[in-house]
């Protein structure tokens, strides 16, 4: 039962409409209550009839109308509990969405993609599925409540018996059920390493495909032992789950023999009482063993209903950097953007040592081209989403117009960033833009950066995405241009690119941005092309190397 009530709790925090999905629960659990009670009450009429006790006409409108009830009832606890089900279902999936939208970026990263999809593919449809055998459980409990009445009417001596014996029996079925929860986490658990090695298994199908020894290595150290630890652990937990039920069948037919057997030697119990017990009894059976064979999908659920709990708690530990309907952008005029003191410290289980960025105290203006770089590993990649307000700095702050941006200001500041991310995504959709003007501008763009003959674009959809690595490069950056933000973040963008793009990138495209006033941020290693920069930033380790403004840039910013 508390795991029941676990289950019911997580849908219900997470469902937009609580008091109207309390209202419907209750509503099912009575209808379902109501068809169990009915079957109960039809065994009434049939060992009355058989005992010849009541009038058949009477006992025949009975069985008429338990026989409309009962289905009746049945079909609106399941209908119910289904439509609950799937809206509360569709609200959690949707909560979760917008949780990860609203942590903080560092947050995700410390969390794993490989944790977000299990809870999203596998905990959560666990969670509904013992929702949805509710209506069943709630029918099932009801008819065992109302033979365990019915049998104290026929004979309260006899009833007392039963439930001391069915105590025993509930208290030797749990001692495996408990254990069988225990392989259930255990089992869970292994779903996380299952997904962090299918996420390995697609992202690096091309590396594992041309090295044998890798791909080996790779089944046998790590896939195979996670698929292996869900399929033990399985095992184990649903055999002794399947134990425990099986048990308390037995536990039944033993209760039966002691029924025909023992008792008429030790209670005076008539022969009408003994036949109703017996005919109970059996009834009982089959609802009984439907209630001991729900109950592991329930251990399952709580599991997965703890691991919902427990993620979404991880999620919302900080205040949202956004509420979940956002008010159109603020102006993107701005003069003056400071980094003051502000420094950034990696902590992660496999660095041998942590990596600390800062203190980094630096001023930048509308119009300037500036190049970071520095060799791997370096903190430039780490100073860029520091800068665009990705990451929050441990120490010092980030001023706008010598404003400084807090949690409540950081969605505002982003959306004065354009960003080609080195391990950048595309969406099959050009989502928040006007279709207007993709309409105006795209085709311009299409063709200068030579993509019109590969891809279309309708409304707002791609007409594909299945490009070559430095085409969708330029896709990217497709995008960056329509958003048309003030401020631009290129992190190795010319790094897939053939001789000729990285030439038109260095000299056309960049210096074309500059002149409309954006600022650009280029992250980049190719050397040859620093002297178009009008400042250029190097970083060693984490701190700075050396900031050098060009003459003309050191001019124009001087009274700044």
Known sequence: MANLIQVISVLLNWSKGVRHSQLMIVFAAVSGAIAGLGSTALIAVINALLAGSSSKRVLLWEFIALCIVIPVAGFVSQALLTMITARAARDLRLQLAHQVLAAPYRLIEELGIHKLMATITDDIPSVTAAITSMPLLCTQFAIVMGCLVYLGWLSWPLLLVVLGYMVVGLFSHQLPIKKS??????????WDATFRAIRSLTEGTKELKLHRKRRNDFISKQLQPAIDGVQNYGIKANTLALAASNWGQMLFFAFIGLILFLMPG?????????????????????????????????????????????????????????AATKAPGPARVWNCLELDGITHTYRTESAVREFVLGPLTLTFYPGELVFIVGGNGSGKTTLAKILMGLYEPEEGMVRLNHKAVTRETIDDYRQHFSVVFYDF???????????????????????????????????????????????????????????DRPIYVFDEWASDQDPMFKQVFYCEILPELKAQGKTVFVISHDDRYYHIADRTIKLERGKIEYDHRAAVARDTHATA
């Open 181 to 190: 929860f225990h392989y259930f986490r255990m089992m869970r658990e292994e």
């Open 266 to 322: 030790i209670l005076r119990v008539s022969q009408t009482a003994l036949t109703g017990y017996t005919l109970t009894v059996l009834f009982m059976i089959a609802p009984l063993s439907i209630i001991l064979n729900t109950l592991p999908i329930f251990e399952k659920a709580q599991v997965a209903a703890e691991k919902v709990k427990s993620l979404g708690l991880s999620l919302s530990r900080q205040l949202p950097e956004f």
């Open 425 to 483: 995504y595309i969406f099959e959709r050009l989502f928040g833009l006007n279709e207007d003007d993709i309409a105006a501008r795209a085709d311009i763009y299409l063709n200068r950066l030579q993509l019109s003959d590969k891809l279309c674009i309708d409304g707002d959809r791609l007409s594909t995405i299945e490009l070559s690595q430095g085409q969708r490069k330029r896709l990217a950056l497709l995008t960056a241009y329509l958003e």
